[in-house]
């Protein structure tokens, strides 16, 4: 008898500890899911079919290294990417890396609001009305430090890209040739399927996401011999982020791909929930939608400010006054009024702003990726804990596609390679 | 003045102006002067090996790096193993300003001539210094002086300097006893500045009291995670030396067992009061409530009491003592007469004719934000509790944990995680 109770005291101490180190994991993975994120599978999916299933495994390989080479950093040293990238590289590099950062969050935060736009005209409000009021409100919540309770709400909403999942089950999609597509490699060479790849990895692996493990690892403080937990909590978030990504693509290019519409629009996207929702599916898709546009455009210029105060050694963090930390309020406020006047000049196509903001993204990568993998196989700083051969290949390999791909981004237009519709 | 990056990848000269080597560091010796001393600098010589050149063979430094000897003849320097790297320890890292009580990031090192050696005078944390690493000082300090401004220089002594990142623990014990000078509130908004792992060792290393107040001051996170560093006797000591309402809610915060531990291992008396306070909910008087009150028995005069209150431990506990208290055989609360009134009162008077005997109360249940209500509208300074059956009074709630409940302090703004 008491063996068995000792067993599961064991047991339940087991629960507690996996529950309580769950987390950021699980929380990057469901903002790989954020508005741009939607927005990019729905283009893929409906302008491409399954083609680029196969891509999105790659990248949730990529994903996961990426985001563990992040937690072990944030783990080992206990330190921000910025605090490491300045400290080994000095000031050159890492106002560099900074401005690459910014240039990127700030372009992500754009397709938030982008989002916030698109979602609330799809229940016919004036985006004019709701994105500075949406920028209010996030401003609002979160300097006043009560960020904490609306997070879980916002969480609740974007468990609404689950619908995704059920959806594609009741469209009863070619299973067959979805698994061969997600299997057998397709590309094509013209520009607008290379800015779409771009995007799909720019949505996927994102600096933020770097920088936003790391910091969250870090300021949990994980015991080194319970690593194991945390990197089993990166897998499973980035898995279970993709696999919902990928029913994006299923649904889409199963009720859209097959007709003809390639998504240029919030209303043509939201069609892709119509087989579980019908008429409500735009009311479905707006408040998904919404609640992943609130809850980035809540962390991302947060995150983004803070990095650069870190890096730099200005004053940061909300527990700082004002007058200060000036240049982390000024930061904050900085990018989320550049954002809302962006996603406001009359006529901007909010979708294409939403998805070509993480073909951006994803040219902006290389520069973090790069000097994150120098830092992880720094033993001074890692120790035992640099990167193993797999790893290293893989990383440096994804920095390396990314470049290339890049690259004949901008040589296309002079090959006369051109979008073929 | 001299800074440390303008060093950075110069070519170092022997007497006869021959190349010997690029320029990588600078060693410095008795970090704990006003002034430490340049030891050595070390260069890389053209096989990319590294060599260190005493300073005493130095002829200058600006506008270059120039020997006193030729190269053949130079001394190689034998390190002493106290030596402080300046760009590989201090350049880029954090540090504390203890003039200014924040964590700052080192953008350069001042260096100076001072008779007839090299040293340190302070570190530039502002601007100008990002400036001049970046290469855009002189088009800045251009635009500057067009304006009619300076530029804002921002180098702080390096007296009051507190290099942090450093595995040397002699250095670390020398930075820690100058942060623990500080008040505990600025202490813990530094450890909390810095990265966690450095902050949890300085932490470690702070005496018991210093870290029961630095503790009292920190946000709960921070609290759970630097309590459930140390040994558990340790902590446990920590957690007597803190007010026993502030003792409660750590405790509250960590598992149950852990507490149980802790709790066995504090002395019995103390333990006895964390233990009646963990009792009551957080958000009520009794969770917020502070057991260490000024008391003393019925039917004194006031020089009695006075003689009383100077003896009683209880009193000597009371971090404030706006009121003193006055209890019968059965601890059920009498009255209250403030501390001043106390005072200022003849001496043979019995305190009976001066206390106020119905005294606003409330009850351990009652809500915090009610308790707030009433020192507001009673304009106290401290509110008894006492049992609502039989009046026996159980602590004081003082007006600036109320006010904790009504208006939340800085530290409980912080979002989850780092930001």
Redesign the interface.
């Known amino acids: 008898m008491k063996r068995v109770q000792a067993g599961l005291k064991l047991v339940f101490a087991r629960l507690g500890m996996y529950l309580a180190i769950l987390g950021p994991g699980l929380i990057t993975a469901s903002a790989d899911n954020d508005a741009p994120g939607i927005a990019t599978y729905s283009m893929a999916g409906s302008t491409y079919g399954y083609r680029f299933l196969w891509l999105l495994l790659v990248i949730t390989v990529g994903e996961v290294v990426v985001q563990e080479t992040a937690g072990r950093m944030g783990a080992v040293t206990g330190k921000g990417t910025a605090d490491l990238i300045r400290e080994r590289f000095g000031v050159k590099v890492t106002a560099f890396a900074m401005l690459c950062l910014l240039l990127a969050n700030l372009g992500t935060t754009v397709a938030q609001f982008a989002g916030v736009a698109a979602a609330t005209e799809l229940f016919g409000l004036s985006r004019y009305i709701t994105v500075p009021l949406a920028a209010a409100l996030v401003g609002f919540v979160v300097l006043r430090g009560s960020y904490e309770h609306v997070e879980k709400v916002l969480l609740v909403l974007c468990l609404s890209a689950l619908s995704y999942v059920i959806s594609a089950f009741m469209i009863k999609p070619p299973w067959g040739e979805v698994l061969r597509q997600a299997v057998v490699p397709s590309i094509q060479f013209d520009t607008n399927f290379i800015l779409a790849v771009l995007a799909t990895i720019g949505t996927t692996i994102t600096p933020w996401g770097i920088i936003y493990m790391q910091a969250s690892v870090a300021d949990k403080g994980v015991d080194l011999q319970k690593y194991r937990l945390t990197r089993m909590d990166v897998t499973v978030g980035a898995v279970w982020g993709n696999v919902v990504s990928a029913f994006i693509i299923i649904c889409t290019a199963a009720t859209l791909y097959v007709v003809g519409i390639s998504v240029e629009t919030a209303e043509q996207a939201a069609m892709a929930l119509e087989p579980l929702a019908g008429v409500g599916a735009r009311y479905l898709f707006a408040i998904g939608l919404l609640g992943a546009s609130l809850l980035a455009a809540s962390v991302l210029p947060l995150s983004t400010s803070y990095a650069v105060c870190e890096a730099f050694g200005w004053e940061r963090g909300l527990n700082q006054r004002p007058r200060d930390a000036a240049v982390f309020y000024g930061l904050y406020i900085g990018i989320i009024v550049l954002s809302v006047l962006t996603v406001l000049i009359p006529g901007i196509p909010l979708f294409p702003l939403m998805w070509l903001s993480q073909s951006m993204n994803a040219i902006l990568l290389p520069v973090l990726l790069v000097l994150v993998i120098k830092l992880v196989n720094d033993r001074r700083i890692m120790g035992e804990w640099v990167n193993s051969r797999f790893q290293n290949i893989f990383s440096w390999a994804l920095a390396i596609i990314i470049l290339l791909i890049t690259v004949v981004l901008f040589i296309s237009p002079l090959l006369g390679m051109q979008a073929p519709g | 003045m001299l800074y440390l990056s303008q060093l950075q990848g110069k070519q170092v000269w022997d007497a006869w102006s021959e190349p010997l080597g690029k320029f990588q560091d600078v060693l410095v010796g008795n970090v704990d002067q006003p002034f430490p001393p340049v030891r050595a600098i070390a260069m890389e010589t053209p096989d990319g090996a590294e060599r260190l050149i005493p300073a005493s063979q130095l002829s200058g430094l600006f506008p270059s790096i120039l020997l006193k000897v030729p190269g053949e003849e130079v001394q190689p320097y034998t390190p002493k193993g106290d030596e402080l790297r300046l760009v590989d320890r201090v ?4 540090i504390v300003d203890i003039d200014g009580r ?1 964590v ?4 350069d090192v001042q260096l100076a001539r001072l008779r007839d050696q090299f040293c340190i005078t302070g570190v530039d ?1 502002g601007g100008q210094g ?1 400036l001049r ?3 855009l000082e002189p088009m800045a300090q251009a635009v500057a002086s067009r304006l009619k401004r300076r530029l804002p220089a921002q180098v702080i002594p390096w007296e009051d300097v507190a290099p942090v990142q450093d595995t040397d623990p002699l250095r670390l014990r020398i930075s820690r006893d100058k942060i623990s000078q500080l008040p505990p509130a600025d202490i813990a ?1 530094i450890l ?2 810095l ?4 902050g ?1 060792a300085l932490a470690r290393g702070l005496d018991n009291e210093t870290l029961a107040d630095m503790l009292e001051e920190s946000p709960a996170d921070v609290q759970v ?1 630097i309590l459930s560093q140390l040994p558990p006797e340790r902590a446990a000591d920590i957690l007597e030396e803190m007010d026993p309402d502030e003792a409660a809610d750590l405790l509250a915060d960590l598992p149950p067992q852990t507490t149980e531990h802790l709790l066995d291992l504090m002395e019995d008396e103390d333990a006895e009061d964390v233990r009646a306070l963990l009792a009551y909910p957080e958000d009520t008087a009794g969770g917020i409530m502070t057991t260490e009150f000024a008391y003393v028995p019925s039917g004194l005069t006031v020089r009695e009491a006075l003689e009383y209150l100077r003896n009683s431990e209880d009193a000597s506990d009371d971090e404030v003592m706006y009121y003193v208290y006055v209890l019968d055989s059965a601890d059920v609360l009498q009255g209250v007469i403030s501390l001043r009134d106390l005072v200022m009162a003849p001496p043979d008077k019995p305190i009976e004719e001066l206390i106020e005997t119905d005294p606003v109360v409330v009850y351990p249940l009652t809500s915090q934000n009610e308790a707030a209500y009433l020192i507001a509208k009673y304009n106290l300074l401290a509110i008894p509790v006492v049992e609502e059956e039989n009046g026996v009074m159980l602590g004081i709630v003082t007006v600036d944990d109320a006010l904790d409940a009504v208006l ?1 302090t ?10």
């Open positions: 350049l880029d890292r954090q924040r700052v990031r080192v953008n944390v990002l690493r970046l290469g908004a909390n500045d990265d966690r792992r450095t949890e995670n939340p800085a530290w409980k703004k912080r979002l989850p995680r780092f930001f």
